[in-house]
C-alpha cells in the first residue's frame, strides 16, 4: 500500500505515456480531461436531493425513455469539458441521437469519444450507485476534417482506451489503454484520484450472477437451462446479486468474480443495452482484466456496428461463466433445430 498511495491517476496516465516513445500525449490529456469532468459529476450526484438536480424533465431521449435532470447535466459537463481540449475530433452520446460536432472555433483533433454520461440514472432518487462509462477511439477519416458517423461506427476491439466512473459510497474510476485494468479512487480530501486497484484480475470462475430474473418467462431456454443449473449446484449455489445499475454491477463482479447478463428475450430480440455506449468498452474493461464478453454467440468487441445506438445482447465477466452460458445458449439452439 505505501507503493501506491499516493499514485494518482495523472502520474500513472503519465508513466504509460513514457513506455511508449512514440505517444504525443493527446491520449493522455484526454483522460485527465475526463477526470475532470468525473469529478463535476460526482459532486453534483453527492448532493443530489439537496439541489433541485433529482426527477425528470419533461423530455424523452432517442430511446423514447424519460430524461432526468442528472442525466442532462452529466451530458452537459462531458461535452463542455471535452469539445475545447484539441484532441477530439467527434463524440456521440447515448443521449443524443446524432453524432456530436467539435465545434470550428475549437482545435479538431484525432481521437474519437463516445460516453454514457450516467448509467443507472433510474435508481438516483433511491440513492443507489449510478456510473459513466467512456469509450476512446483513433479516427478513421482526414486529420484536420471534422469527424464523422464512420469514426464513431468501429468495433470494439479498435478502441484505445475505455473506462467507467461509479459514483458511489466513494467514486472509483476504473480504466484501460490497452495495458491491464486499474482503478482509482477519488479522495475527497485532496480531490484526486488514488490508485487503489493495481492490475485488477478477475477470477476466472466466480460464484455470482447478475440478471433481471422477472424477465424470465420471456427468456431464451438455454438461459433458462443456465440459471437452473447455477441455482441447483450440489456443491455451492451461485449466488443472484442484481443492483440494476449495469456498472456497479460489473464492477462488483470484476472484483470478486462472476457473471453479468443483460439477455435478449421475446420483447427485445436484440437485447437493450447499447453497443457503443455501454458493451464494447465495459467489454474492453473485463478482457483486459482477464474476463469475457459475448452477445451469447461471438465477442462482443468483434461485433461490426451497424448505427449509433445499435442494441446487443450481454453476457459479461468471468472467463469460465460467460464459457458456460455460451454452452448452454448453443446447446438449445441444437435442440431446437427443426430435423
Not at 54 to 64: I, K, R
Request: charged share 25%.
Amino acid at each position: 500500500m505505501p507503493g501506491t498511495r499516493y499514485m494518482t491517476l495523472q502520474r500513472h496516465i503519465i508513466e504509460g505515456e513514457r513506455r511508449h516513445p512514440e505517444a504525443t500525449g493527446e491520449l493522455s490529456a484526454l483522460l485527465s480531461d475526463l477526470s475532470l469532468a468525473a469529478k463535476v459529476i460526482s459532486l453534483e450526484v453527492n448532493k443530489a436531493g439537496l439541489v433541485d438536480i433529482v426527477g425528470f424533465t419533461d423530455d424523452t431521449n432517442v430511446h423514447g425513455e424519460q430524461v432526468k435532470k442528472l442525466d442532462i447535466f452529466a451530458h452537459e459537463m462531458l461535452i463542455r469539458a471535452m469539445d475545447h481540449g484539441g484532441h477530439l475530433c467527434v463524440m456521440a452520446s447515448e443521449e443524443e441521437e446524432n453524432i456530436i460536432h467539435i465545434p470550428r472555433k475549437h482545435q479538431i483533433g484525432k481521437y474519437v469519444l463516445l460516453f454514457d454520461p450516467l448509467d443507472g440514472s433510474s435508481n438516483i432518487d433511491a440513492n443507489v450507485s449510478i456510473g459513466t462509462i467512456f469509450s476512446i477511439y483513433k479516427r478513421v477519416s482526414p486529420e484536420h476534417t471534422p469527424g464523422t458517423l464512420e469514426d464513431c461506427l468501429q468495433k470494439g476491439d479498435k478502441q484505445v482506451a475505455a473506462g467507467y466512473v461509479v459514483y458511489g459510497s466513494s467514486t472509483i474510476m476504473v480504466y484501460t489503454a490497452g495495458e491491464g485494468t486499474h482503478g482509482f479512487t477519488l479522495d475527497p480530501a485532496f480531490g484526486e484520484f488514488l490508485l487503489s486497484h493495481e492490475s485488477i484480475q478477475i477470477p476466472s470462475q466466480g460464484k455470482i450472477y447478475s440478471l433481471n430474473e422477472g424477465n424470465y418467462k420471456f427468456w431464451h431456454p438455454g438461459l433458462k437451462r443456465y440459471i437452473k443449473y447455477l441455482q441447483e449446484d450440489l456443491n455451492k449455489p451461485y449466488s443472484a446479486r442484481y443492483i440494476g445499475s449495469m456498472v456497479a454491477d460489473i464492477h462488483r463482479n470484476m472484483l470478486y468474480g462472476g457473471i453479468f447478463m443483460y439477455p435478449a428475450d421475446a420483447r427485445n430480440p436484440k437485447g437493450k443495452l447499447r453497443l457503443m455506449y455501454e458493451n464494447n468498452p465495459m467489454a474492453f474493461i473485463i478482457e483486459q482484466a482477464g474476463g469475457r464478453a459475448s452477445d451469447g454467440k461471438q465477442r462482443i468487441m468483434e461485433i461490426q456496428p451497424e448505427n449509433l445506438h445499435e442494441r446487443t445482447p450481454l453476457y459479461i465477466g468471468s472467463k469460465e461463466d460467460v464459457l458456460m452460458v455460451e454452452k448452454f445458449l448453443a446447446e438449445a439452439e441444437v435442440l431446437s433445430a427443426p430435423g
